[in-house]
């Protein structure tokens, strides 16, 4: 918490009033409610134009009835814009020209009825893109301003946001410290990796700049970590030269996550090479796994493994991540700048998958009005059935839903008993087991 700048980036006067030393002792949770919460209180002639002050107060005075929801939270991808400063070779997420970023507006109509929802407790909002850092801080400065106005008193909001961390400015380190948020970094393992396919617009590979935008969190002391999107390529990757790499550039929280094919690809045709399948994806992780515990636990922290470890050691533990969640398809929903609502980014492309408007209707009814929604909703009902007799299904829950629809449709021989993830967590339980008879004897 070194040098923490809420009296400067919050811009209020009731930041003067609390002393800054105290400030740094306050834990990190604390202290991003907190500098939500005193975002909040800038005055809105100081924060909104004169047109966003008569937006606020058409949305405010709003009298709207939203539905219940069958979750316990709701993780909201926000695509704040689709603008982006990268062309990577395989993404159909960036786009140009007018319209690509949310309005004020559509943000304060969204975050109405969002909020509106009346049993949930907890939103977790990710700040996505396109390129996040290419809106100014004063974007995020007023969502954050909108949470605070619409949210109850038992409400816990989150925020966190993806980022290339390609030219990120000084606003923008200054705002998230201030703010004391999470970054997550989008990084394809190695240079010659990473290079190859995260181009900019001129496609020139753009690992040396992660570099030095990872430099530039840990000098403002922001807390980070990185996806590593795992293809073929990457699953090919001397592991070792990989880790040792994310360690040079400063980088010790990574988590993994296995490439999605187009999902537009029918059971029987060929299928995208770079694909991997979801065995090779837990095979994969187990041999991670294997020279992690080994030689780079003390190294790096991969949370996809602490959690499993944390869980075994500690039935009843809730893991964080959606895979293990069993209820993702209500829980987690991606939002557009122009309001439509989809599930998450893995179902890109994949038939009938854009829910609706939030402008027009609510989330209730746009999950329950979807087809492809309903059937995740059974999806993930029939998965008790199915697994229940795993072994580890009480940790795994079945996976990632996505993963099993993907499995059936294009793994020749793939059982419906096991989501895969068994095979990692006996690895990772023997290598306890271990460990305890080592103390032990
Ligand atoms: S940085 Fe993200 S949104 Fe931009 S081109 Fe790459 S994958 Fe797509
Ligand atoms: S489909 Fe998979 S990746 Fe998407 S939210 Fe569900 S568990 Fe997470």
């Known amino acids: 918490m070194n040098g923490i700048i809420p009296t400067i980036q919050l811009e209020t006067n009731l930041t003067s009033m609390l002393n800054a030393s105290e400030l740094e002792k306050i834990a990190t949770q604390d202290y991003r409610q907190m500098s939500a919460y005193l975002i909040g209180q800038i ?48 993404c159909h997420s960036w786009a140009e020209g007018p319209n690509q970023t949310m309005s004020f ?29 290419l809106l100014k801080p004063l974007f995020f400065q007023k969502l954050i301003w909108l949470q605070q106005k619409f949210k109850k008193p038992e409400h816990h909001i989150t925020n966190s946001m993806q980022s290339n ?11 998230i410290k201030g703010i004391g948020m999470h970054v997550g970094i989008s990084l394809d393992g190695v240079p010659a990796i990473h290079d190859s396919r995260r181009v900019d617009y001129r496609g020139r590979g753009t690992s040396q700049r992660v570099a030095l935008g990872i430099e530039k969190l840990k000098r403002h002391n922001i807390p980070f970590g990185a996806l590593i999107v795992v293809d073929k390529q990457v699953y090919k990757t001397d592991h070792r030269k990989m880790l040792d790499y ?8 990574i988590e993994f996550l296995n490439i999605v094919p187009d999902n537009r690809i029918p059971s029987g045709d060929k299928i995208d090479s770079s694909y991997i399948t979801y065995a090779d ?33 500690f039935p009843g533990t809730q893991l964080a991540a959606c895979y293990w969640s069993e209820n993702c398809s209500q829980e987690v929903i ?3 700048p122009n309001g439509n609502v989809s599930p998450c980014d893995k179902y890109v492309g994949d038939a009938n998958s854009q829910y ?22 059974r999806e993930e009902q029939d998965v008790f059935n199915k697994m229940r007799q795993c072994r580890w299904f009480y940790l795994c829950q079945g996976g990632c839903p996505h993963d099993r629809v993907i499995n059936r449709r294009h793994v020749v021989g793939y059982q419906d008993d096991c ?14 087991d271990k460990e305890q008879n080592t103390v032990l004897s």
């Open 43 to 90: 005055s809105e002639r100081d924060l909104l134009d004169t047109e966003e002050q008569n937006i606020f107060h058409i949305e405010i005075q709003r009298e709207i009835t939203v539905q219940p929801l069958i979750a316990k939270k709701l993780v909201i991808v926000l695509k704040a814009t689709r603008l982006c400063n990268l062309r990577c070779t395989y």
């Open 281 to 313: 994806f837990i095979s994969f992780l187990t041999q991670i796994f294997i020279i992690w515990w080994n030689e780079y636990r003390t190294k790096i922290v991969i949370p996809q493994f602490s959690d499993f470890i944390h869980a075994i050691k």
């Open 356 to 377: 609706g408007s939030l402008l027009k209707n609510d989330l209730a009814n746009l999950l329950a009005n979807s087809r492809h929604n309903q059937t995740a909703r």
């Open 105 to 133: 507006e559509i943000m304060a109509i969204i975050i109405h009825k969002i909020l509106s929802i009346p049993n949930i407790k907890r939103f977790e909002f990710v700040w996505h893109g396109g390129e996040v850092t």
């Open 334 to 336: 991606t939002i557009e």
């Open 246 to 253: 994310f360690i040079k550039i400063g980088l010790n929280n």
């Open 419 to 432: 989501c895969g993830t068994g095979k990692l967590l006996a690895v990772i339980a023997e290598f306890l």
């Open 165 to 175: 961390v390609v030219n990120i400015s000084d606003d923008w380190l200054s705002f």
